[in-house]
């Protein structure tokens, strides 16, 4: 289904999965040196299907299905990055990112450095994080690990919360000269939204208004963003009007749209499913409390997960991953400082 939207570009309401596939397709016909390595990602399309259809479309040169062995597809690619090629690998579950830790973080995150800038790796690593809502996972399914990689210098890590962003990170991703992490929450993979026909890239660096308000700035990540418009929606039946920011990208940070929201609002809420303990939210409240310290009316809300493994049972899951009842509650305490 087509529209058109406010500035005149013809636009479809397609999922967060087929935005992505999308994005992989047009740059792999834009540029041969573009392939994607990974887990059955060519027989199967992966485990969310998302590569479905490219093997056959691009045949078992560029679509390559790997032994279940992470540090050896990102090894691999930090290579054929290093050689000239556009690698794209996807990791199943960035719950097993770990295992490949040395690749990302010795290898592939400090080429250019070592080099002097002269070499580097472009490499783009798709991977699925964050918590199912409604649906059992357990400890090893439901992890999100973001701020792991916002630590390490020479990666450029990417969070989109909705289609479109989605297709135009992906493909600003593939094209950047530095290695990027590329997070996909598993729970926005089937979610449906506008998405323009034609060439587009979206900035890595520019954060994105989802909605203007004047109270309380919330910046939310990933699928934490609907979370927020839902609060918003409730909330303003009560006259309190919410701007919500999402960053799209974690590294670069767009600390000037966030600073600029805190001015006008004097109130930030930081929501993301990850731990609280020196997650992005520890980051961006730091930035706010040093840059906009003299503007804030409140003290500054972080929504996260406690510090608990997310657990196998669906009541108690519920306990753990945030949501909009979180925000809203922080909401009513900011307000209640006037």
Request: charge should be negative.
């Amino acid at each position: 289904m087509s529209s058109l939207d406010d500035a005149g570009m013809t636009v479809r309401q397609i999922t967060f999965r087929e935005a992505i596939r999308e994005a992989l397709r047009e740059e792999m016909k834009r540029d041969q040196r573009v392939f994607l390595m990974g887990e059955d990602i060519g027989l199967y399309g992966g485990a969310y299907k998302v590569t479905e259809g490219l093997l056959e479309e691009f045949g078992p040169d560029r679509v390559i299905d790997t032994p279940i062995s992470e540090s050896a597809i990102v090894g691999a690619g930090v290579g054929a990055a290093m050689m000239g090629q556009r690698p794209v690998v996807e990791i199943m579950f960035v719950d097993i990112i770990p295992v490949c830790m040395d690749q990302l973080v010795n290898s592939m995150a400090k080429i250019g450095y070592v080099h002097a800038g002269k070499l580097s790796a472009p490499l783009v690593v798709r991977t699925a994080f964050g918590g199912m809502h409604g649906r059992k996972g357990g400890v090893y399914d439901n992890q999100s690990f973001e701020a792991w990689f916002m630590h390490v210098p020479g990666l450029k890590v990417v969070m989109p919360s909705e289609p479109a962003d989605a297709k135009g990170l992906l493909k600003a991703a593939i094209r950047d000269p530095d290695p990027v992490i590329f997070f996909e929450h598993k729970h926005l993979y089937g979610s449906r939204g506008p998405v323009p026909d034609g060439e587009y890239l979206v900035e890595l660096g520019q954060a994105d208004v989802k909605r203007p308000g004047n109270d309380v700035t919330v910046v939310a990540l990933g699928a934490m963003v609907g979370h927020a418009q839902k609060a918003a929606a409730i909330l303003a039946e009560r006259g309190i009007d919410l701007e919500i920011i999402d960053p799209r990208t974690l590294v670069p940070l767009d600390k000037e749209t966030i600073v600029a929201s805190v001015q006008k609002t004097g109130k930030l809420i930081v929501a993301h499913e990850a731990v609280r303990t020196c997650g992005a939210g520890a980051e961006i409240a730091t930035i706010v409390a040093a840059e906009a310290f003299g503007y804030l009316e409140a003290p500054i809300e972080r929504i996260a997960n406690p510090g608990t493994p997310v657990p196998f049972s669906i009541p108690l899951a519920a306990r753990i991953l945030p949501d909009e009842s979180d925000i809203i509650a922080a909401v009513e305490r900011l307000m209640a400082y006037g």
